[in-house]
């Protein structure tokens, strides 16, 4: 699932507690999105965390100060004690949010949801048809979604759309905001496509032109003067075409935590994969301990394992070196700049990935399953 | 359309995509909003908690200057209103 962030906080030398929770309660999901952050050997993930874990890890958290929460996945209505997470949630106080991609969310269960106290629903649509969307989610969501759409506005929740974009979609910006408004969300994050898991396996297929990006934000500047405050777009050109990086999750461990379905703490939900970490489970360390003691989670704090780049560039406090996942799936080396600032020595690799997506893709595009996910695992993903 | 602070008689409250609180851990009150979080400074957050949709901004204005033991707030209140109105955290109820 995608995730934004949108906090205000100053650049600061102490340890700062978790704000944000986000709470990957199961990597099970009847949408197979070729452009799904979860990591490409999800199915080899062990048991998930009970509810009486999850409970604890939603106490512990708030303790240390955790005030929006993210129910995220895979797709967290396949939890059947979703809304006794979210009741728990509301009680210790925090602002629940419920990410989903729409399947399973029926009359009975929105209105259990609301009663226990939920706070907001952002909706996933993969396109602004029901021929594209349903191809891109490999599932005959459209409609679904949209009757959704109807349960979440009856209920009177809030409703972000999200709607992750690339070269497949990108062209249908103009649709895509059409259609939120029309369905009366109050925000619409456009969220360009972020090379990890899936994505990055598929980065051939999704990364957009130049020219399209151009269009595309043309098309936003002109519907956001068109619909004023009724829609909120949030759209942030992809930092491959920026030149200089996102700062990443607002700085490693400083705001956000995440914990995935097996229960292993993160400070961001790609982070899985970088090597010799090791990343603390929930199972056997409390939240604070992990926050404010683990190896994992001071590795990239601060500024002290920058590269030298970094370390004497005067935007470090603007952008904390970029992304950790990033500039390791790109140079295969962690500590690295990362590679989509045009001062880094690999920015090459990135200007390569662009001019690839000029061209037709090699490999042909990969949906998200337990079954492709196992071939991964198995080595056997040569479909070169 | 937004209502604009217009009419002394107007009364303020939080808008429905916003919910406000006060954090123990960040030691301030905070705007909680889908996905998005606004630390508030002490006076913004003494004046959005008494936005409840009750009180006029005269009393608003009032009451504030007795907590603060002081006079002449009602041209700073009343920016931070409109504001506060401008970016969606404030709606106006008419009396
Ligand atoms: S497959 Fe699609 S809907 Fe399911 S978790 Fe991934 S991005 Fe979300
Ligand atoms: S050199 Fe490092 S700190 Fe400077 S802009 Fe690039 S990524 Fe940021």
Redesign the pocket.
């Known amino acids: 699932?995608?995730q934004s962030l949108n906090t205000e906080q100053p650049i600061i030398n102490v340890i700062t507690p978790p704000l944000w929770l986000v709470a990957e309660l199961t990597?099970s999901?009847?949408?197979?999105?070729p452009?799904?952050?979860?990591p490409l050997d999800f199915a080899g993930e062990k048991a998930e965390l009970s509810t009486t874990e999850w409970i604890r890890v939603l106490q512990e958290a708030r303790a240390l100060g955790a005030v929006q929460l993210g129910f995220?996945?895979?797709?967290p209505l396949m939890r059947k004690d979703l809304e006794l997470l979210v009741a728990e949630g509301h009680r210790l106080g925090y602002y629940t949010n419920l990410?989903?991609?729409g399947?399973g969310l029926n009359e009975v269960r929105i209105r259990a949801l609301k009663d226990a106290g939920l706070d907001h629903i952002q909706l996933?649509f993969?396109d602004s048809t029901r021929e594209m969307n349903d191809f891109l989610?490999s599932a005959r969501t459209f409609d679904l979604k949209r009757r959704v759409a109807q349960l979440i506005k009856s209920h009177d929740f809030p409703m972000v759309m999200n709607c992750?974009i690339h070269r497949l979609n990108i062209d249908h910006a103009d649709r895509i905001i059409d259609l939120a408004a029309e369905i009366g969300a109050e925000y619409l994050e456009l969220a360009n496509t972020q090379y990890y898991g899936?994505a990055l396996r598929n980065r051939d297929h999704l990364i957009p032109s130049r020219d399209q990006l151009r269009r595309a934000e043309a098309t936003v500047a002109a519907k956001r003067a068109a619909l004023g405050t009724r829609l909120k777009i949030l759209f942030v050109v992809p930092d491959y075409f920026e030149g200089r990086p996102k700062r990443c999750m607002n700085g490693w461990a400083t705001t956000i935590l995440c914990v995935n379905p097996a229960g292993t703490a993160l400070p961001c939900q790609a982070a899985r994969m970088l090597p010799d970490m090791s990343f603390p489970s929930v199972r056997a360390v409390s939240v604070r301990d992990i926050w404010y003691e683990s190896e994992a989670f001071k590795r990239f704090r601060g500024e002290s394992w920058m590269p030298a780049l970094c370390r004497q560039c005067p935007e470090r406090g603007v952008d904390y070196g970029g992304c950790r996942c990033q500039a390791y799936l790109l140079t295969g080396n962690v500590n690295a700049t990362d590679p989509v600032c045009d001062k880094s020595p690999d920015h090459g690799i990135v200007l390569a990935a662009i001019e690839a997506g000029e061209r037709a893709p090699l490999k042909p595009l990969l949906f998200?399953s337990p079954e492709n996910s196992r071939m991964i695992m198995g080595g056997l993903a040569t479909l070169e | 359309m937004i209502e604009q602070p217009d009419n002394a008689g107007s009364r303020p409250r939080i808008a429905r995509l916003y919910r406000l609180q006060w954090e123990e851990a960040q030691q301030a009150h905070v705007l909680l909003f889908p996905e998005g979080m606004i630390k508030l400074n002490g006076s913004a957050g003494e004046i959005l908690r008494r936005c409840n949709g009750e009180r006029p901004m005269a009393v608003i204005v009032a009451e504030l200057e007795v907590t603060f033991a002081t006079t002449g707030l009602t041209a700073d209140v009343e920016s931070f209103l409109t504001a506060a109105t401008e970016k969606g955290w404030v709606e106006w109820s008419s009396p």
């Open positions: 699932m995608e990597y999901c009847p949408l197979h999105c452009f799904c952050s979860n995220s996945g895979g797709e990410i989903t991609s399947a996933s993969q989610s992750v899936w998200r």
